[in-house]
Structure formats: structure tokens, C-alpha cells
């Protein structure tokens, strides 16, 4: 039976391959191994975690996280060509566009072990996102291309890539996504922190919106910080907000010395299915994710993206993202017309229903066979 070695470096990673291993375990004509290459070691990927995913824990740790993305990268590599070399795999495919997508594309190409990108093509045209190099590279030695949206394949093409290796499939992160809502319509989410946030808001507001903010140009320039967080605090005087703060912006925050007011709920990082129970039922999502930008485009949620570029122009082109750039005067006014019921809804893109990974499966299948 042929093999595949599936590459997750981060918790979103394994968001985006358990649709996949899910598939993989329905279809029964492929072997596989979940191989993490410990990028970002996170105490909270535990048994539930995995259980909660629907797949079993990784059958490799590599360990080789942690140092610049050049050290990071360096150590990944060496780790995943020993992993290749003492046990080949038929394939290696390959998610998204952290470091890890790009050390083991690398490897697996340099081995001739085939390689399959899932998210290929995506494109912000920002090279200064250490992601937007890692997409490049990845799709420009990958072998088979699973598109999630036609800016992909435009892309693609555009970039010499033979028609016959690129697949428009969907989105594997709303197959999760969706899977997730089904299991958190039975799951008691009293326990959740921010479930007494949610409930009373809804009970006396009736509404609220939820806030992300990571990215190093949002976040590291505390001018650009101090703007953006001005335009959070006159927004939170209309609509209450919770802030789930990423370890780089709580930073921040306390270095610049922004204070963002008594209006604004702030809260620890969030776990996938709690933060998940949070932004479904939110009036809006204000953010700088691209992840949030296609789960809020999925289930209809109105989002006020804080970039002035987007990988993923589906979730503007025919979904409910908006994107509002940095300037605190467009980000408050594309928020007060989704207060004033005008914000986008939009539609949930081509192919988006949940059944990627199966189409992801039954290619792989094909292509190994032949």
C-alpha cells in the first residue's frame, strides 16, 4: 500500500490535515503518517485536543521547532530528510504556508518523493510576509496543487504550472470547520471563559463583536498599534468587544503603553472550539487572520479585515469579508454599516460544503496508483 507523510507544524496545521486523515481513514487505499515537526510546541495539544479533531495524535515529533525562521527552517529540514531517508514515503503533502510547508517541500523535492501543496496558489503580493515567500517556493517545486479558490488557479497558471496538476477542490478548513459546529451544537459550553461574556451581551445588548490582531505590521510599529487600537476603542462605545490576545500583542500593548479602554473585554488566547463558540454568534469579526477571513466568509459572519492586502479575495469577491486596511477612520465606518444591518453577508464560495479532503483523497489515490 502506498504511503504519504502528512506535515503539520502548528495547531492550525492539524485543522487543516484532519479533514484529510478523516478521509484517509474512509477511503482505506492509502497508508499515512502524521508527522509533526514540532514548530511550535503547544502544551495544549493534549489527547482532547486530537479527539476533538477527530484524529489520532501524530505518529512523529520531531522537536526541531524554536530560533529564527532561518534556524527553524535549518532544523526542520535536517530532521525531515533523517525521518525520509529511514523510512521513504510515497508521497509528502504539505498545508498552508508556515515554515514547516516549506522546509519539507524542499526535502521531500531534493529526494524525489513527490509533493502535493493543499492551499496552493494563494497570493497576498507581500513579500514582506515571511508567508508569501513560503507559498511561492512551496508551489514552484510542488507537484500536484490543491486549489481552494480561483485565485489559485489563476495564480498557478500565470506562474507556468501545468493545468493537469491543479486541482480546485475546496476548502479543507471548512470541512473542519463545519465538522467542528456539528460537534459544538451537542458540546456544554458553559464551561468556556468566555461563555459569561457571550450570554450577557446577547441577553442585554442583544450583540458584540470579536477582535484578533497578530500580524508584525499591525502589531510591532506602535504607531500603526496606537491607531488601529483608537479605532477599536471608539467602536467598543457602540458595540461591547472581546479581544482574545495573541502573547505578540499583549506584548505590545504593555511596551507601547496603549490602553484600550473599559469597553473592551480582554482574554487569554483561545482554544479552537471555544474561540469558535465565541465568533459564530458575533456581530461582527475585526481581525488580520487569513484563516478568520474564509471561517467567517463560511458561516456569514461579517468581517472588517485590519490589511491593506488579502491572499484569499474570494472571502471579498463573493463572501462577507471587507477589507479595511489600517486607517482608523475606514475601519470604524465599514463597521457602522454592518451596525446599521448594510454589512456584507455575501455567499459561501464554489466547492466550499465540506467534502474537500475527500476530493483531496480520491486525487491522491488516483495519482499514486498511476
Not at 493543499?118 to 508551489?139: F, Q
Request: glycine share 8%; proline share 5%; net charge negative.
Amino acid at each position: 500500500m502506498k504511503k504519504i507523510y502528512l506535515v503539520a507544524g502548528a495547531r492550525p496545521n492539524f485543522m487543516k490535515i484532519a479533514p484529510i486523515v478523516r478521509a484517509l481513514q474512509a477511503n482505506g487505499s492509502l497508508a499515512y503518517s502524521i508527522v509533526h515537526t514540532g514548530q511550535h510546541y503547544d502544551y495544549q495539544m493534549n489527547d482532547v485536543f486530537f479527539e476533538e479533531l477527530g484524529i489520532p495524535e501524530p505518529d512523529i515529533f520531531m522537536a526541531a521547532g524554536g530560533g529564527s525562521h532561518s534556524q527553524q527552517t535549518a532544523k526542520i529540514m535536517v530532521a525531515f530528510e533523517e525521518l525520509c531517508q529511514s523510512d521513504r514515503p510515497d508521497a509528502v503533502l504539505v498545508v498552508g504556508d508556515v515554515n514547516s510547508t516549506l522546509a519539507c517541500s524542499i526535502v521531500a523535492k531534493k529526494l524525489n518523493i513527490p509533493v502535493s501543496h493543499v492551499e496552493a496558489g494563494l497570493r497576498s503580493g507581500d513579500m514582506t510576509m515571511p508567508e508569501e515567500i513560503n507559498r511561492i517556493v512551496t508551489d514552484s517545486i510542488s507537484d500536484l496543487f490543491f486549489v481552494t479558490e480561483p485565485s489559485g488557479i489563476e495564480n498557478l497558471k500565470r506562474e507556468g504550472k501545468d493545468a493537469s496538476s491543479i486541482h480546485y477542490v475546496g476548502h479543507v478548513m471548512v470541512d473542519n470547520l463545519l465538522y467542528q459546529v456539528e460537534r459544538l451544537a451537542s458540546t456544554d459550553t458553559s464551561a468556556y471563559d468566555t461563555s459569561r461574556f457571550k450570554a450577557a451581551n446577547l441577553a442585554n445588548e442583544g450583540r458584540y463583536g470579536v477582535v484578533t490582531l497578530h500580524r508584525p505590521g499591525n502589531v510591532d510599529d506602535p504607531g500603526t498599534m496606537a491607531r488601529i487600537c483608537g479605532a477599536l476603542k471608539e467602536i467598543s462605545c457602540e458595540l461591547p468587544l472581546i479581544f482574545p490576545v495573541h502573547p505578540r500583542t499583549q506584548g505590545n500593548l504593555e511596551k507601547f503603553g496603549i490602553e484600550l479602554g473599559p469597553k473592551i473585554t480582554l482574554v487569554g488566547p483561545q482554544a479552537y472550539m471555544p474561540f469558535l463558540n465565541l465568533w459564530k454568534d458575533a456581530t461582527v469579526v475585526l481581525t488580520d487572520s487569513g484563516g478568520l477571513q474564509e471561517e467567517t466568509t463560511a458561516m456569514g459572519v461579517p468581517c472588517i479585515t485590519i490589511r491593506n492586502n488579502t491572499e484569499r479575495p474570494v472571502t471579498v469577491e463573493q463572501g462577507s469579508n471587507v477589507l479595511a486596511g489600517t486607517d482608523p477612520v475606514n475601519i470604524v465606518a465599514e463597521t457602522r454599516k454592518v451596525l446599521l444591518g448594510e454589512g456584507k453577508r455575501g455567499q459561501r464560495p464554489h466547492l466550499w460544503d465540506g467534502k474537500a479532503a475527500e476530493r483531496i483523497v480520491a486525487i491522491l489515490a488516483a495519482e499514486l496508483a498511476g
